[in-house]
């Protein structure tokens, strides 16, 4: 995939500062520190594009990024860190519940995970609020570099499991060594057309 453009259009805390030219969108999620910032980096093939939080659990606004001007990548808030207040969590839960409740623009959410562990609670709770809402989602194995391809179908069982997922595809990657990226595009892609959206592919 060729980017030939990529913004922040806008950081957002109030659902008026939402873009609303119809541009569809996927959204990125998942705890604190599980990548991705990176993996958004590494789709885009930029080392420093998306803000990567100094302080994980305190970034409080939805960073809409415009790809070729055709489509948004919309990075959530990441939660699950251990020193944020209970003020805080409930902020977060308004942000978060402000975005999914109604976002016809939204065409499938990437729930990121630590290939390596057991998803969290916090994981769990997250995909049901997902499905609540009725959106489609995808997860994303991250660090798969860490483990030996032999054992993927191991840990899949094991967040398939904790997930209670039910068709959802898992697809393992690795910011780092840059592997599942393609597979990804592919994903992103294929997500789109069938949401009945045109995105140019060079």
């Given at each position: 995939m060729k980017i030939r453009h990529a913004q922040l259009?806008?950081?957002?805390i109030n659902k008026?500062?939402?873009?609303?030219?119809g541009m569809p969108e996927i959204a990125f999620v998942g705890r604190s520190n599980v990548?991705?910032?990176s993996t958004i980096n590494s789709l885009l093939n930029?080392?420093?594009f998306a803000r990567v939080s100094q302080t994980p659990g305190k970034t409080r606004t939805i960073n809409f990024y415009q790809i070729n001007k055709e489509f948004y990548f919309v990075d959530?808030?990441?939660?699950?860190?251990?020193k944020v207040s209970k003020t805080e969590q409930a902020q977060w839960g308004a942000i978060m519940e402000r975005y999914l409740k109604d976002r016809k623009e939204l065409c499938n959410i990437f729930l990121l995970v630590d290939i390596r562990h057991e998803?969290?609670?916090q994981d769990k709770q997250m995909y049901d609020w997902i499905k609540y809402y009725g959106y489609d989602c995808t997860i994303i194995a991250t660090k798969s570099d860490k483990i030996?391809?032999?054992h993927y179908q191991k840990h899949f069982s094991m967040i398939r499991k904790k997930l209670n997922l039910s068709d959802e595809k898992i697809i393992p990657i690795s910011s780092l060594k840059?592997?599942?990226i393609q597979e990804l595009w592919e994903e992103i892609i294929d997500i789109y057309t069938k949401n009945g959206y045109t995105i140019t592919v060079e």
């Open positions: 259009v806008v950081s957002a008026d500062q939402y873009p609303n030219e990548g991705k910032s930029r080392k420093s959530l808030p990441g939660y699950g860190y251990a998803p969290t609670d030996s391809r032999g840059k592997t599942g």
